[in-house]
Structure formats: structure tokens, C-alpha cells
């Protein structure tokens, strides 16, 4: 796989690179379909048929048994072995690995651990989900060292997209189905795009993956091409540095539901701040629901919630931050992303952030700076020393409005184009002041 010279873009590599053929394209169905259950314990055998009362020893043995439906029951104890998955079920038929309700069940392995310095993401899991592998689903399971699923060629289609983030070519990026404008069943034919633009047939999504109530820990959860999962009621906390935030959705991976997690203590990374943030989308990542999610005491630069490098037409609702730098952050490119009824309590830098990095531009830009975003009934309370409610360096027909702030950072050049590009604040056409009175929603 090849990197890019843009450090931006770092974010979406991996070390140690497992991706391969593609994998079989599921087609959806109406209802579940009905599988066998594979029985896993710690005294089995792998010899044993995972039958009821012939359980084979190690989950790795059930992943290569199971088939479409099938339910993988875990029986209470440690697993201590890296898991490949390279086969799929189906929307109608997923694959489930679950606890079989007899006592708590760990997945764990022996992985390497990146230094704190490392500027990509760690490719070395306890859970690799490779080839494009689609419809499993992780239930009720404890996960030690983390998860790494990717579509198949994934880094075909990461290459094609920073190159052109380096050539500041926003308008081919644009021509992605979905990207360019509100089109959610437009961007359901992002793959078919993408292998003839990359000239990869092969490139693949890892579709329909779940993963629910499960509590992870030492590396978090990663998808790389990776579209309409779940990621619900999941305890993540106590990631070590330079392995990357606690849920990262990274290159078209578009339509995830992420609710209800718990994220927190991601160790603050010697890199850049998107090696520590609780909840990241990058590299146009698309269409996703982030809500009523709680990602506290982050250390560092660590950012609650982030978006970056055009990723777009997210919704972020009813989440809670505290103890962070950032709580909630729009950064590169982002277009037509949602921010509303979101409270950040206790936060470092800023609240809110809008493509800060973007205050040096005497005018905003369809390539890197923020695009009909919306913040609205937001609510940002004890600052810690000079932190501000709400921070903007670019931004272009952005609606800000109802929010519970007091104070703002207003980049130099904003304020002279604020109401000519566009922005409204409290549906005004002026930037907001340094300081100012709370609104309500």
C-alpha cells in the first residue's frame, strides 16, 4: 500500500497491512435467517463438531466452520489468540459471535504495541476483519487489543483520494456519488465509482458489521471502506498511545450508526491529535449517525468527537464530552455536517471547533475549509483558564444558532467575509464577539 506526503493524510494507513482479494458482495434480504450454533469453551476441542456439549476449543476453529446465520456461542473464560476473518454472511444471514451466558468472555492476544510517536493506525488486532468481509456481529464479548476491519484494496482507494487532497483537486473528490451534495442513495454506488476511478476492480466495502455491548480495551475499534454498521453500548477506555482514537471510521466508510458508547482514556499520543481522539471520521466518510454517545477524560490534544478530510453530511446528536481538549470538532472540508443538542463540559482549547486551521485564508475554500455546516442548541459549560465556547478559522454558509456559549475565537479574516459567504450567527449575518450572553434552543 502506498503512503502519501501529505502528513494530513497519515491518518489513513496502517502498519502491517493484511488486505487482500475481495470478498463476496451480500445482497439484502428481508428477514434473519435461521443458522446452527457453533459452541466454543476453553475445555473443548477443536477436533469436536461445536455442537451442544462438543465444543471446539478455539474461536478461531468456529470462524473457519461457520457459515451464513450462524450464531457462535463463547462459553465464560480467556481466549488468547488473534482472529482472521476472510469469509461473510449475508444481511439476511449474519454471523454472530456472542457470549453463551456463563460467565464473561475475553478475546485477547499477543500483539505488538506502536511506539506513542507512530503517525498511523495499528494494523495489529485481536480482531482482523479482512478481504471485505461483511455481516458478523460481536455481542456481549470483552476485547482486548481491539479490532481492525477493512474492505477489500481498501489502500487503493485511501492512495487515489490523497493524492488529490495534496493537488487541492476538491472537485474531482467531489464527484465521489454522495459527496457533492445530500444524496444518501446516491452514495450507496460509492464502490462501483471507486474501482473504476482507482482502475481496481477488486476493491471492496466490509459491509453490515456490528458490534454491541462489548467492552474493549488496550486498541480500539477501526473501519477502513467499512459502511452501514453499528457500533452500540460499547465500553472503550485504557487505549494505549500511537495505536489511534477509541472508534475511527476512515476512507468511504459511510452510513455507520455509532450510539450509546462510552469512550475514554485514550492515552495522548507524541504524534498529532487524531492518534488520540474518542470518536474520529475521516477521509470522506459519509452519512454517519453519531448519537447520544459519552467520550470523557481524554489527556493531551485529545478531542471528543472530530471530523476530518472531506468527510461529510454526518449528523452528530445528544452526545456528551467532559474532560477533554476539543469537544467537538469540524476539521477538513467537511460539508454539510449536522451538530445539534451536543454539550461539552470541561474542555481544554475550545468546545467547539470549526476548521481552525483555516484563520491564515483571507477567504474560505471549497477545499479545505468548512461548507453549509450546521451547530445549533449546543451546550458548552466550564472552561478550563482561557478555553473558549466556540472557535472558527473557515467556514462558508454555516448556520450557528441556539447555542449555550459565552465566548468565541474568531479567525482574523472570518470576520471581514462572515456574512458575504453566507454564515449567520443567531441569524445574523456578523460573526460573533468575543464575549456574549448564552442563547437557548
Known amino acids: 500500500m502506498k503512503s502519501s506526503p501529505s502528513v494530513r ?10 488486505v487482500a482479494a475481495g470478498a ?8 434473519n435467517a435461521a443458522g446452527s450454533v457453533i459452541e466454543v469453551a476453553t475445555t473443548g476441542n477443536d477436533a469436536n463438531s461445536g455442537a451442544a456439549g462438543k465444543p ?7 470462524i473457519d466452520k461457520a457459515m451464513p446465520g450462524d450464531t457462535i456461542k463463547i462459553h465464560k473464560g480467556t481466549y ?8 461473510s454472511g449475508t444481511a439476511s444471514a449474519p ?3 456472542t457470549n453463551a451466558g456463563d460467565g464473561a468472555v475475553t478475546l485477547t492476544a499477543a500483539l505488538p504495541m506502536p511506539s506513542c510517536g507512530t503517525n498511523q493506525p495499528d494494523g495489529q488486532r485481536t480482531i482482523l476483519i479482512i478481504d471485505g468481509s ?3 456481529t460481536f455481542q456481549g464479548l470483552t476485547i482486548d487489543g481491539g479490532v481492525y476491519a477493512t474492505g477489500s484494496d481498501a489502500g487503493s482507494a485511501f492512495s487515489w483520494h490523497s493524492a488529490l487532497v495534496d493537488k487541492g483537486d476538491w472537485q474531482t473528490r467531489r464527484k465521489v456519488p454522495g459527496a457533492g451534495s445530500f444524496n444518501p442513495t446516491a452514495a450507496k454506488q460509492v464502490i462501483p465509482y471507486l474501482r473504476t476511478a482507482t482502475k481496481d476492480p477488486d476493491l471492496d466495502s466490509s459491509d453490515g458489521l456490528k458490534f454491541i455491548g462489548n467492552t474493549v480495551k488496550r486498541k480500539g475499534l477501526f473501519f477502513r471502506l467499512s459502511s452501514y454498521g453499528v457500533a452500540s453500548g460499547n465500553k ?23 450510539t450509546k458508547n462510552d469512550v475514554s482514556k485514550i492515552a495522548a499520543s507524541t504524534w498529532k491529535h487524531f492518534m488520540q481522539e474518542g470518536i474520529r471520521l475521516g ?5 454517519n449517525k453519531v448519537t447520544n454517545n459519552y467520550v470523557h477524560d481524554l489527556p493531551g490534544d485529545g478531542r471528543a468527537f472530530n471530523t476530518d478530510v472531506d468527510s461529510s453530511w454526518n449528523t452528530f446528536s445528544g452526545n456528551r464530552a467532559a474532560n477533554v481538549a476539543i469537544g467537538y470538532n469540524d476539521q477538513m472540508s467537511g460539508w454539510g455536517n449536522t451538530w445539534t443538542k451536543n454539550s461539552v463540559t470541561g474542555f481544554r482549547t475550545y468546545g467547539y471547533g470549526v476548521r481552525l486551521m483555516d484563520g491564515k485564508l483571507t477567504l474560505p475554500s471549497y477545499d479545505t475549509s468548512a461548507n453549509k455546516i450546521s451547530m445549533t442548541c449546543n451546550v458548552a459549560t466550564k472552561p478550563v483558564g482561557k478555553a473558549k465556547s466556540f472557535g472558527v478559522g473557515g467556514t462558508m454558509y454555516g448556520t450557528y444558532k441556539g447555542n449555550a456559549w459565552t465566548t468565541a475565537h474568531v479567525g482574523k479574516y472570518v470576520k471581514s467575509y462572515w456574512g458575504k459567504y453566507g454564515n449567520t450567527f443567531n441569524g445574523k449575518p456578523t460573526a460573533p464577539p468575543a464575549t456574549f450572553a448564552p442563547s437557548s434552543c
Open 236 to 258: 472503550i477506555s485504557d487505549i494505549a498511545c500511537g495505536t489511534g482514537p477509541g472508534i475511527w471510521l476512515i476512507t468511504f466508510s459511510n452510513g455507520w450508526q455509532v
Open 80 to 87: 488468547n489468540q488473534q482472529l482472521k476473518i476472510r469469509k
Open 24 to 31: 463476496l458482495i451480500a445482497t439484502a434480504a428481508p428477514a
Open 134 to 136: 461483511d455481516y458478523w
Open 95 to 97: 454471523i454472530t459471535v
Open 56 to 62: 471446539l476449543k478455539t474461536v478461531q476453529a468456529a
Open 9 to 18: 493524510m497519515l491518518s489513513g494507513l496502517m502498519t502491517g497491512s493484511v
Open 283 to 287: 477521509t470522506s466518510s459519509n452519512y
